[in-house]
């Protein structure tokens, strides 16, 4: 240190001589905060420790990131209800043997990978026609696309089960109102209605059908329709308001009009 230097008062900068091991000499500035001065530090150093220290810190972040992505993922295939037979489906074991499954394929592994973009205008998805296709294949390959590469939330549901759900609430001592169950319908970033037309088609199960499909069109949210009816059938079952919203704001339709692949060898 420059011993030339005067003493000084409480809170004075000097300029002293200092050489670093690691930098070599330097003309630091030191300052008066005690009754002695400041040991000279190398600027480069105190650098390197700051940046070290907001590097680890960075790492502790993104550990905690990490973790907590991880536990919102095992939280969203929990509350799935994707059935035991369909948890392992992805789009590279879907049999793809012709060119309109191949389409078909294409089509839904687009709709996976973009569907933050989908998220932000609510375009949904109606996969119908053939039994033995692969419709529910791809719709559960979407989901768990969704819950694992996106973090979002994905459910699936029968449309049968959502039927007797809203049911449940026409009687007396039912603890639940018929709104109450049709917010549920909305609780999820997608939701995978199957089964679609193998029911009585009844008024009432049509209006329950466009309550569920309206409260995630009002919310902007994708909903995926799965049936093994043809579309003018799908129509006619499910209501031209209700393919009209599912159609709105770029919604894909994918007619599976091939062969079962069921006991293919």
Not at 90 to 100: L, R, V
Not at 202 to 216: A, G, P, Q
Not at 231 to 246: C, K, S
Request: net charge neutral; charged share 30%.
């Amino acid at each position: 240190m420059d011993s030339s230097s005067p003493d000084g008062k409480l809170g004075d900068l000097k300029e002293v001589d200092f050489t670093c091991p690691a930098h070599g000499h330097q003309r630091v500035k030191v300052v008066r905060l005690t009754e002695e001065w400041a040991s000279p530090t190398c600027g480069s150093c105190d650098e390197e420790r700051l940046s070290s220290g907001g590097r680890a810190e960075d790492q502790r972040n993104g550990v905690r990131a990490r973790e907590a992505k991880e536990y919102q993922i095992r939280n969203h295939l929990a509350k799935s209800a994707i059935p035991a037979r369909f948890e392992g489906r992805s789009f590279t074991n879907y049999q793809a043997d012709d060119d309109e499954s191949r389409k078909a394929l294409a089509t839904c592994r687009d709709f996976a990978t973009e569907f933050p973009d989908r998220l932000l205008t609510g375009s949904s998805l109606i996969l119908c026609g053939n039994a033995g296709t692969g419709k529910t294949h791809l719709a559960c390959a979407i989901a768990l696309h969704v819950i694992r590469k996106h973090a979002l939330s994905a459910a699936y549901m029968t449309v049968g089960r959502a039927f007797r759900m809203v049911k449940d609430t026409y009687r007396r001592d039912s603890g639940k109102t018929e709104q109450e169950v049709l917010s549920r319908f909305a609780a999820p970033e997608l939701l995978v209605l199957d089964e679609i037309g193998i029911q009585y088609g009844s008024d009432s199960e049509k209006n329950i059908l466009f309550e569920i499909v309206n409260e995630r069109y009002e919310a902007l949210l994708p909903t995926i329709l799965i049936s093994n009816l043809a579309l003018p059938a799908l129509t006619e079952y499910a209501g031209e308001r209700v393919i009209d919203r599912m159609k709105e704001n770029g919604g894909k339709l994918v007619v599976f009009d091939w062969k079962s692949h069921r006991g293919a060898t």
